[in-house]
């Protein structure tokens, strides 16, 4: 049987977003019907921006708890046998940081100052003095997250692809340097159409940090005012004109979530000027 791993870090607040649920939890839950599956709370992760006991672990407790809610009985613990989840906390498996330090001593400098996290964080003129080892190491952990589980697969979107090269890149780097092959090299998984999941402003991925998301577990005033402020058609002025459904992030979001013959049936009055924003709104 074949075996995958992916990790989701307790940021912002724990909860999980639909971004979350398209991009990793669902296809989870499809896989585990004929895959080994290895979910991971990656709580030493998020140590890089939360520094405070008490925040780290109510977040972490969320994110369980937010995610068990979607798993719903596929996890062992539940005692289904319906899938092959195996979710735990990263924190609680002493290898990761075992690993992380020996794979420190096969790693080049070089390979990490290209990682984009690093990258992305000297872009916003931050003093490299400023940027704790922990972010400029991360691309290491994660590759102890990923080989200790030796998967087959990683399910990752498109932006996150770099992390699985250097994975790959340090497991041959370790095989060469000790004439062994104990990692095989993962893969990435990528499905297209959920590669990215793009936020509410029709910019930029969905993130909590970006305010960009629609909440799955908030109150439904919450949701809804998330889904009313979602991106449509700026050139479209009053509901009687003609809308387009490419880059309409509404549309988008219903290809995964409505009903297909009532999405389309939305699509086409959308096109023809017969259906209003606040109406196909209500319907997501």
Known sequence: MKRILAGITPSGDGTLHIGNYLGAVRQFIELAKSVDCFLMVADLHALTTIQNKET????????????????GDLTPSTGSGQANITFFRQSDVLEHAELTWILNTVTPLGLLRRAHAYKDKLAKETKEDDINLGLFN???????????????LVPVGKDQKQHIEITRDIAERFNKTYRTDIFPLPDPYI?????????????????????????IFEDEAVIKK??????????RIHPTDPGHIEGNMVFSYLDFFGEKGQVAEYKKRYKEGKVGDVEVKEYL
């Open 56 to 71: 780290l672990q109510k977040n972490t407790e969320t994110l369980i708890l937010n995610e068990l809610a979607l798993l």
């Open 138 to 152: 991360y691309p290491i952990l994660m590759a102890s997250d990923i080989l200790l589980y030796k998967p087959d």
């Open 191 to 215: 499905p297209e159409e959920v590669a990215v999941i793009m936020g509410t402003d029709g910019k930029r991925k969905m993130s909590k940090s970006l305010g960009n998301i629609i909440s």
């Open 226 to 235: 998330q889904v009313m402020d979602t991106y449509t058609d700026p050139t």
